[in-house]
């Protein structure tokens, strides 16, 4: 049996870092995001007579990468299952800071819940995705997206979609290899050693309702304010670890300064990072063209990719 499966990768406003105690991959705090359209991941799973898994990313065999796609493929089908030849494809660089595992994670569970045959619930689909990766789960769905996570578990809500308030990114591309820590590592070495690390967990709540009250009021101003210091936050946390952890380069800090000039401008645009070093601009229609141009024109800019908000995860023909 083949299937098919589509996903989008997610930008977050308001994000986590760090692991909640006891395992599982549990996020330690809520946040909330956006679902992009114009990127996107493909998971093909076939029935394989191998005695073990397999797995080809981007047209290359990724052994490394196998046993966390065991472990999610275990989750949704059972440990007693036969094995699968798992085939992705993304159209944008992967683990360089855009949310590639969080696409390619949620194609999986959707493609592998067509498996079954069972029809796992959308929650139990969502909660899986989470524990192969903390962002995955908000890309099962589309729009903007909050993550809300209770002591044991986490549940997806949708606050809008994306015909209710369009939206538009502008993704800055300035490094299309591989980041040197990956966010995993990362988030254990905060929680470990950055003295910010329990003042951004204690902020978190708040950061979270100013940010749903914003989308849900459509405050472009509000939205912009606790995303940007949001972002800043995280990155404060990741700078004041031990070793320092600082994905950023020259064309990240110049991207920085492209908007700020734009928003000097008078345009609707903003800025936030995750963990790597690209940038993404979330502005309104009106100003697409020029928060593009002027990122196309920024030193260290290798591409600037356009996107509008997204849909959910899905099965594919």
């Not at 073990?52 to 999610?72: H, Q, Y």
């Not at 002591?151 to 538009?168: G, K, M, R």
Request: net charge positive.
């Amino acid at each position: 049996m083949r299937v098919s499966a589509q996903a989008q990768p997610n930008i977050a406003l308001v994000k986590y870092w760090g692991k909640r105690d006891g395992g599982g991959n549990l996020p330690a705090t809520g946040s909330l995001s956006v679902t992009l359209e114009s990127l996107w991941t493909r998971m093909i799973l076939q029935s394989s007579k191998h005695r073990k898994d397999s797995l080809t990313v981007n047209g290359v065999s990724a052994p490394e990468m196998l046993p966390r796609v065991s472990r999610c493929l275990d989750s949704v089908l059972g440990s007693n299952r036969e094995r699968i030849h798992v085939v992705s494809d993304s159209n944008f660089p992967i683990e360089a800071g855009l949310a590639s595992s969080a696409s390619a994670f949620s194609a999986l569970v959707i493609a592998a819940n067509r498996l079954t045959g069972k029809n796992l619930s959308f929650s139990a689909l969502s909660r899986f995705a989470g524990e192969a990766s903390g962002s995955a789960a908000r890309s099962m769905c589309g729009g903007f997206v909050e993550l809300v996570a209770d002591s044991d578990n986490v549940h997806i809500q949708q606050i809008a979609d994306a015909e209710e308030w369009p939206l538009e990114v502008i993704v800055a591309i300035t490094a299309e290899g591989k980041k040197p820590v990956g966010s995993g590592e990362a988030m254990i070495r905060s929680a470990k050693t950055s003295p910010f690390y329990s003042s951004w967990l204690n902020r978190q709540d708040h950061d979270l309702k100013l940010a749903r009250t914003s989308i849900l009021t459509r405050d472009f101003e509000a939205l912009a304010f606790v995303s940007e210091r949001n972002c800043l936050k995280m990155h404060s946390v990741m700078w004041s670890s031990r070793p320092p952890i600082v994905y950023w380069n020259s064309g990240t800090l110049d991207c920085l300064q492209t908007v700020r000039s734009l928003q000097a401008k008078g345009h609707g645009v903003f800025f936030t990072i995750d963990a790597g070093p690209q940038v993404k601009a979330i502005c309104l229609p009106e100003s697409r063209q020029a928060v593009h141009d002027a990122l196309v024109a920024t030193n260290g800019v290798i591409k600037a990719i356009r996107s509008k908000i997204g849909p959910p995860a899905r099965l594919i023909l």
